[in-house]
């Protein structure tokens, strides 16, 4: 079993509803929740909007590897409403945003847990450290 944390963003519609939507969904296809932050709302990172996003963090134990783990959260965000992704670091609106912070092989979290590197995904998030509505919540669940 491994155990990641994942982040998640929302700044259009129901907010509660969809982070809370997007969290079913993964304890359905992904694994058990086994912890969830408080939901924070949030200014806009990276765009101008007028909406303020919500954002939680959650730990999830899991047997997905980590490329099965990007395709169910992308099917996720699909099957929720989001059209397209974020491109070459251009931000928009979204219904649910769900970003894969750390992964940890075998439940070991030591350390920053697995390391990738490739066009598809990086572990651990390369920004995560420069966004407070990251790290706050993250840091809840830790």
Request: hydrophobic residues 40%.
């Given at each position: 079993?491994?155990?990641?944390?994942?982040?998640l963003?929302?700044n259009?519609?129901?907010?509660?509803?969809?982070?809370?939507?997007?969290?079913?969904?993964?304890?359905?296809?992904?694994?058990?929740v086994?912890?969830?932050?408080?939901?924070?709302?949030?200014?806009?990172w990276?765009?101008?909007?007028?909406?303020?996003?919500?954002n939680?963090a959650?730990?999830?134990?899991?047997?997905l590897s980590?490329?099965?783990?990007?395709?169910?959260?992308?099917?996720?965000?699909?099957?929720?409403?989001r059209i397209s992704?974020?491109?070459?670091?251009?931000?928009?609106d979204?219904?649910?945003d769900?970003?894969?912070?750390l992964?940890?092989?075998?439940?070991?979290?030591?350390?920053?847990?697995l390391?990738?590197?490739?066009?598809?995904?990086?572990i651990?998030?390369?920004?995560?450290?420069?966004?407070?509505?990251?790290?706050?919540?993250?840091?809840?669940?830790?």
């Amino acid at each position: 079993m491994h155990v990641v944390f994942l982040s998640l963003g929302t700044n259009l519609g129901d907010k509660t509803k969809n982070l809370n939507d997007a969290i079913n969904q993964i304890e359905r296809r992904v694994g058990s929740v086994k912890a969830k932050s408080a939901f924070i709302q949030t200014e806009p990172w990276g765009f101008k909007s007028e909406n303020t996003f919500l954002n939680a963090a959650i730990k999830v134990e899991t047997i997905l590897s980590p490329i099965d783990l990007l395709i169910q959260t992308q099917r996720i965000e699909r099957d929720l409403g989001r059209i397209s992704k974020s491109i070459n670091g251009e931000y928009h609106d979204r219904i649910i945003d769900i970003d894969i912070l750390l992964y940890f092989e075998d439940g070991n979290i030591i350390g920053d847990g697995l390391h990738i590197e490739s066009p598809e995904l990086t572990i651990p998030h390369p920004h995560m450290n420069e966004r407070d509505f990251v790290t706050i919540p993250l840091k809840q669940i830790l």
